[in-house]
């Protein structure tokens, strides 16, 4: 059975690193788990599912201009693709993660049977999102990367009133994010300002940077989340993705 409160828990943010391909996925996951095997934590994949057909407006389906029409557009996957890439999760013996961007991809994830539903920082206030994700069983994880401490109050106290397991992740909008931004001051903040949730770190500096996991572990975080992937002759990582050296193909 899988152990869902072991910790510390260190999260391979997968994001759109698969390139559009369902076998580079796997890749990444294979990858991961070689990675993990030595250390004696407890590691999950987390993977973003959006439904493209609704999620991008019908007025900007084409603009190839706009980097995150252009982006989403050639990551695509279809949800059966997704479904394998988690199986392949599940396989690899890690926890299986998710954030949903729409409210047809929270129903997805309860569907492929994922073990922690994950809100993205940028959403953390999208109230009709919220919503369905209180609707779900499963343990949400949300990020707080941009929200004031008045907006962070108020979705704990949203899911409280629903008796809806969250915990936080302190989390900076910036890709990558510089040393003197990353205000790891603020794990402790929120461990004093919610001392009866989980407060975890979501990290985007650069990959050769070890002393932000380890202060953030200090403060008291428990939970860790890194993006990562697999660099290719054809597909090349971003500037806040790690890999394992091993797995550059």
Same mark, same amino acid.
């Given at each position: 059975?899988?152990?869902?409160?072991?910790?510390?828990?260190?999260?391979?943010?997968?994001?759109?690193?698969?390139?559009?391909?369902? =076998? @580079? #996925?796997?890749?990444?996951? /294979?990858?991961?788990?070689?990675?993990?095997? !030595?250390? $004696?934590?407890?590691?999950?994949?987390?993977?973003?599912?959006?439904?493209?057909?609704?999620?991008?407006?019908?007025?900007?389906?084409?603009?190839?201009?706009?980097?995150?029409?252009?982006?989403?557009?050639?990551?695509?996957?279809?949800?059966?693709?997704?479904?394998?890439?988690?199986?392949?999760?599940?396989?690899?013996?890690?926890?299986?993660?998710?954030?949903?961007?729409?409210?047809?991809?929270?129903?997805?994830?309860? =569907? @492929? #049977?994922?073990?922690?539903? /994950?809100?993205?920082?940028?959403?953390?206030? !999208?109230? $009709?999102?919220?919503?369905?994700?209180?609707?779900?069983?499963?343990?949400?994880?949300?990020?707080?990367?941009?929200?004031?401490?008045?907006?962070?109050?108020?979705?704990?106290?949203?899911?409280?009133?629903?008796?809806?397991?969250?915990?936080?992740?302190?989390?900076?909008?910036?890709?990558?994010?510089?040393?003197?931004?990353?205000?790891?001051?603020?794990?402790?903040?929120?461990?004093?300002?919610?001392?009866?949730?989980?407060?975890?770190?979501?990290?985007?500096?650069?990959?050769?940077?070890?002393?932000?996991?380890?202060?953030?572990?200090?403060?008291?975080?428990?939970?860790?989340?890194?993006?990562?992937?697999?660099?290719?002759?054809?597909?090349?990582?971003?500037?806040?993705?790690?890999?394992?050296?091993?797995?550059?193909?």
């Amino acid at each position: 059975m899988k152990d869902l409160s072991r910790r510390p828990l260190f999260i391979f943010e997968m994001a759109n690193n698969h390139s559009g391909s369902v =076998e @580079h #996925g796997l890749r990444i996951v /294979k990858a991961m788990q070689e990675a993990a095997k !030595d250390f $004696p934590f407890h590691f999950a994949v987390k993977l973003q599912y959006r439904d493209l057909d609704t999620f991008i407006h019908p007025a900007f389906k084409n603009r190839m201009d706009l980097k995150f029409v252009k982006r989403f557009s050639e990551t695509r996957l279809e949800w059966g693709e997704y479904k394998r890439l988690k199986n392949a999760i599940d396989e690899a013996g890690m926890l299986a993660i998710c954030t949903p961007w729409d409210e047809i991809s929270v129903g997805k994830i309860e =569907e @492929h #049977g994922y073990d922690f539903i /994950k809100i993205p920082s940028c959403y953390l206030n !999208d109230w $009709p999102l919220l919503e369905r994700i209180a609707q779900s069983t499963l343990p949400i994880i949300g990020s707080v990367a941009g929200m004031s401490l008045t907006e962070v109050d108020k979705v704990v106290g949203f899911f409280r009133h629903r008796n809806r397991p969250l915990s936080l992740m302190h989390c900076v909008g910036e890709y990558p994010t510089r040393d003197e931004n990353l205000q790891l001051n603020q794990i402790e903040l929120m461990k004093r300002r919610y001392p009866d949730l989980e407060i975890g770190y979501s990290t985007h500096e650069r990959p050769d940077n070890y002393d932000g996991v380890k202060i953030a572990i200090g403060l008291g975080a428990t939970m860790f989340e890194k993006h990562v992937g697999v660099a290719t002759d054809t597909i090349k990582l971003n500037a806040y993705s790690a890999t394992d050296r091993k797995s550059v193909v």
